[in-house]
């Protein structure tokens, strides 16, 4: 097949001067340069699944690892937990130990004090009686030493001296004895003592306190806010019947829970959080007709990066609060106050942004709560272009313009809540870009009460945060806003 591929035969190959030597090295090398190709390919396929099989090992390992890290942090979860329950147990019976003693002393104190009472009331008379007694003995013994002396006398003073023991004798009454209480009027104190009671509390005791692995209700999802954090738990134990919740939290680095709610929702804005700081929640669930709590959910670490919404300081008309989220009208300026916008745009789209009247004042048309682009001084309400809003006669406002749906009046306790999504972005460039600028379409629910408005907001320019304000024509209204 060679000499037929090379056209070429054994014994031309000979005269051209080729020795077989020759021809077999020249034929082997011609073989190797056929076969190379085929040959590069299969080490191509062996390199290649060695290559697929160190990166299945790589995977596999870096699986196992990560398997291995959350053993970890379920053993710590387990370690800490038991520690925080052996140490809450030893702090509780400790508590109790000296509540106990204390409650046993002061009522030994008291029956001791009964003890004493009744002793000196019932001694006093018998000690007076005493008294009285060798009294009379002692006047007895004096009478007759006087008798003794008169008898042994002389005649001359005999008369004398026995009539004044006479007379003396008839003024101590020698046939008067004093009275002696009898034995059943004298008391006899006993104590009286209660076995049961021993009894009682070694029952309540061998009763008293439970420990348990797996808590009824656990955190479910914790959301990230301005200056805050929601808070969402779920039931996972479905024959708990629930009638509270309580939720606590704490800073990562203090040691001390705090409650921050408890009700029968099943989530809680958790409010006034410092961003970029970690902060530990718990759950646990009380059960209908009990006044015990269940043990205490896997404690979840949350915190946020937004910065808490706060009002403008500085705004005339109005006095905030310390931490600048709560702004109340105030009559230094009745008649003009103008709009009171936020301190910075922290208003983002997908976000719930809402509004707490704690008090009121006198209602007007001119009024407005709402969201803006952006902060225009001179405006006297937030009823104008560029912004959404409710007056406080629930009326809603677009762009200036008055919609035809209406929401209820505001009044004290009521809850405006704002929430805006990007719904449809018109044509604005050629990377889409919304501070490029061109148009696009807001959808906002404005919730108040039990209703809602939905509608679009058309804009003229792309924004990636918004404003928030308030404008109040008369004074006594109080608004916080998270």
Not at 261 to 276: S, T
Not at 288 to 300: F, I, L
């Amino acid at each position: 097949s060679l000499s037929h591929w090379s056209g070429l035969s054994l014994t031309g190959l000979s005269r051209t001067g080729l020795s077989r030597t020759g021809l077999s090295r020249w034929s082997l090398s011609l073989s190797l340069s056929l076969v190379s190709p085929s040959l590069v390919w299969s080490l191509s396929l062996v390199s290649f699944s060695h290559w697929s099989l160190s990166f299945t090992g790589l995977h596999w390992s870096l699986s196992l690892t990560g398997l291995s890290l959350s053993l970890v942090s379920l053993s710590l979860i387990v370690r800490g937990s038991s520690s925080q329950a052996r140490e809450g147990l030893k702090r509780h019976f400790s508590e109790l130990q000296t509540a106990v003693t204390r409650l046993l002393t002061e009522r030994l104190s008291v029956l001791l004090s009964e003890v004493d009472v009744i002793e000196q009331d019932s001694v006093r008379p018998l000690d007076d009686c005493q008294k009285l007694i060798e009294h009379g003995v002692n006047t007895a013994d004096e009478l007759l030493r006087e008798g003794e002396v008169a008898i042994r006398c002389g005649l001359g003073e005999k008369e004398d001296l026995l009539g004044c023991f006479t007379k003396k004798a008839l003024q101590i009454h020698l046939d008067s004895l004093p009275e002696v209480p009898v034995l059943v009027d004298v008391p006899c104190v006993s104590a009286q003592l209660d076995d049961s009671l021993l009894y009682a509390v070694r029952d309540r005791v061998s009763r008293h306190g439970s420990v348990s692995s797996h808590p009824p209700v656990q955190i479910e999802e914790l959301q990230e806010r301005p200056g805050s954090v929601l808070v969402r738990w779920c039931k996972v134990d479905d024959e708990f019947a629930v009638q509270d919740y309580r939720l606590q939290y704490r800073r990562s680095v203090s040691g001390q829970y705090e409650d921050t709610y408890i009700g029968p929702e099943q989530e809680f804005l958790v409010l006034h959080l410092d961003p970029h700081t970690d902060h530990l929640f718990r759950v646990c669930a009380r059960g209908e007709g009990r006044t015990e709590w269940s043990p205490w959910s896997v404690p979840q670490t949350g915190y946020t990066t937004l910065a808490p919404h706060e009002w403008c300081p500085g705004s005339e008309g109005y006095i905030l609060s310390s931490r600048r989220n709560i702004a109340m009208r105030s009559d230094s300026s009745p008649s003009k106050a103008g709009v009171l916008y936020s301190n910075a745009p922290t208003y983002f789209c997908g976000q719930t942004l809402t509004f707490k009247i704690s008090a009121t004042g006198q209602v007007d048309k001119r009024d407005s709560i709402g969201v803006c682009v952006g902060c225009e001084g001179e405006a006297e309400s937030l009823q104008r272009d560029q912004a959404v809003c409710i007056s406080t006669n629930g009326a809603v406002f677009v762009n200036g313009k008055e919609m035809t749906n209406q929401l209820p009046s505001i009044t004290l306790g009521s809850a405006v809540t704002f929430d805006m999504e990007v719904v449809n972005l018109l044509p604005i460039s050629n990377n889409n870009n919304l501070s490029d600028g061109g148009n696009f379409k807001l959808r906002v629910t404005i919730g108040s009460g039990n209703r809602e408005v939905v509608f679009d907001w058309l804009l003229d320019q792309g924004v990636d945060c918004l404003f928030f304000g308030c404008s109040l024509a008369h004074p006594g209204w109080k608004v916080l806003v998270f």
